[in-house]
Each structure stands twice: as C-alpha cells, then as structure tokens.
T-cell receptor, first 115, second 111 residues
Framework: ETGVTQSPTHLIKTRGQQVTLRCSSQ?????VSWYQQALGQGPQFIFQ???????GRGNFPPRFSGLQFPNYSSELNVNALELDDSALYLC??????????????FGAGTRLSVL | GQQLNQSPQSMFIQEGEDVSMNCTSS?????WLWYKQDPGEGPVLLIA?????ELTSNGRLTAQFGITRKDSFLNISASIPSDVGIYFC???????????FGDGTTLTVKP
C-alpha cells in the first residue's frame, strides 16, 4: 500500500472521446508524475507537476494535459482519444522533486481501453 | 532521447536459483532505480542507487550502479515463488526531472 490512489481502475472509451483520470497523492507529497505503460513495455513519462505547475514533459502531444490542485491531487486529461492511447496510466507521487532523490510511490493505475 | 536496454527480457528459473539482470544506457544517469511490478499493481521501488560504483542490498536483492554511470545490475539470491513478477530498471537525472524506464524482465520461478 503506497498511499497513492487512482480512479477509475478501468475505463472504456471510443476513439475521439475525451477522458479524465484522477490521482490522490500520498499525504505530504507535493510532486506528482504521470506515466503511460503500454502492454509489455516500461512506463513512459508523460509529465510532472510540482506545486500546481508543470515541471517537465515527455514526448506526448498537447492533447495530453494535466492539473494539480492545492491539495496536491492531480488529473490527467486526454482529448481526441486514439486507439494507441490504450494503456495503463500510472500516477506517482514524491515528497519534493528536488530533494526526494526520486523516491516515487506509484498508484495501481487506470487501465484505459480505446475502441 | 534516452533509452534503456534491459536484459534478459524474460527468465524461467527453479526455486532456490540465483538471478541476474542488467540495464544499459547510451546516456549517463545520476540515479539508478530498480522496481518490481506485480499484475494489477503499480511499480514498487526495490533499491535506489545514487553514486557510481555503489553496491546496495535489500534482503536477498543486491544492485550496483555502474562505474560509467551508464549501467546497473540487479541480483536476486535464492529465489522463491513470490519473486515472480516484472522487474524494471529506471534511470533518473535531476536536470530532466523524469525517470526513464527499461522494458522490464519478466521472472518466472518454478517451485
């Protein structure tokens, strides 16, 4: 149990739709990162938020966007869904991006299927 | 961009055997991390390495940060059935602010 909770656990959408995934960080953690994990691959970094501001982004198009709220919970939004967006989306929180030595605590993920 | 090559892709071993897996990169990292992921779960951190040459143990697990800062290995001694899962290496650079993951080693342990 990492203290990081994600919702929903599973989601089915159709191509072209929009989706919002949610993450509740471990208490006291002000940094959250989102990863996309395709089947049989390692997690790919999407972006990171630190104190409500984007603090780094991977090679994902602008239709992947995020928010971090004052209580440090976070959302990942994906617009205009494509079939290749089907994956496990993981949220990871850490106490502080600069000094945490990258000790990230992962949630169990949201499994998104795009039909 | 940075890429990590993790090998082997999969391993089938007998209970009690030792296991070794490694990760190499074309780029330098200042932190190496090893995670285990069970079905339906997110990755769980096993060992973190912060200095070139560092050797760190966590129970039956031992990992090393390569001298060149471009590689790392993980050893598991005397494997048991609950060691089954997917093991990921990840490299982290403070400047980039992100972890780059390998594609995992799937471990199967036969009783």
């Amino acid at each position: 149990e990492t203290g990081v909770t994600q919702s929903p656990t599973h989601l089915i959408k159709t191509r072209g739709q929009q989706v919002t995934l949610r993450c509740s960080s471990q208490s006291g953690h002000n940094t959250v990162s989102w990863y996309q994990q395709a089947l049989g691959q390692g997690p790919q970094f999407i972006f990171q938020y630190y104190r409500e501001e984007e603090n780094g982004r991977g090679n994902f198009p602008p239709r992947f966007s995020g928010l971090q709220f004052p209580n440090y919970s976070s959302e990942l939004n994906v617009n205009a869904l494509e079939l290749d967006d089907s994956a496990l989306y993981l949220c990871a929180s850490s106490p502080d991006w600069a000094g945490s030595k990258n000790i990230q605590y992962f949630g169990a993920g949201t499994r998104l299927s795009v039909l | 961009g940075q890429q990590l090559n993790q090998s082997p892709q999969s391993m089938f071993i007998q209970e009690g055997e030792d296991v070794s897996m490694n990760c190499t990169s074309s780029s330098i990292f200042n932190t190496w991390l090893w995670y285990k992921q069970d079905p339906g779960e997110g990755p769980v951190l096993l060992i973190a390495l912060y200095k070139a040459g560092e050797l760190t143990s966590n129970g039956r697990l031992t990992a090393q940060f390569g001298i060149t800062r471009k590689d790392s290995f993980l050893n598991i001694s005397a494997s048991i059935p609950s060691d089954v899962g997917i093991y990921f290496c990840a490299g982290f650079n403070t400047n980039a602010g992100k972890s780059t993951f390998g594609d995992g080693t799937t471990l199967t342990v036969k009783p």
